[in-house]
């Protein structure tokens, strides 16, 4: 599966910004989907997945509340609704697929990812 983020940009803190990943060559509704960032000089850390169905999400502690993932199997498309960014949150965002439908997205095992999305909120 072919994975296109696009909906970065730059916002001041305390404002929103939405992601969306567009899945294309299989349908998403067979793939677990989740958002992964880098910020520069950090290693690549998870942000959010969302299970199969789109029952049961799993955020990453520094996002809770905040962040909302979303998907749209009939659009083949996942989402990430961004409220309230701090500058912590500037990096570049992944979006990634995986096959099986883990109790950890933190396993190993994202085997399809997109090309990136840069988010960059200044305070």
């Known amino acids: 599966v072919q994975l296109q983020a696009s909906g970065g940009g730059l916002v001041q803190a305390g404002g929103s910004l939405r992601l969306s990943c567009a899945a294309s060559?299989?349908?998403?509704?067979?793939?677990?989907m989740g958002w992964f960032r880098q910020a520069p000089g950090k290693e690549r850390e998870f942000v959010a997945a969302?299970?199969?169905?789109?029952?049961?999400?799993h955020y990453a502690d520094s996002v809770k509340g905040r962040f909302t993932i979303s998907r749209d199997n009939a659009q083949n498309t996942v989402y990430l609704q961004m409220n309230s960014l701090k500058s912590d949150d500037t990096a570049v965002y992944y979006c990634?697929?995986?096959?099986?439908?883990?109790?950890?997205?933190?396993?190993?095992?994202?085997?399809?990812w997109g090309q990136g999305t840069q988010v960059t909120v200044s305070s």
């Open positions: 990634a697929a995986r096959t099986d439908d883990p109790i950890n997205p933190l396993r190993s095992g994202w085997r399809y």
């Open positions: 060559g299989r349908k998403i509704s067979s793939h677990y």
């Open positions: 969302i299970k199969k169905s789109g029952v049961g999400t």
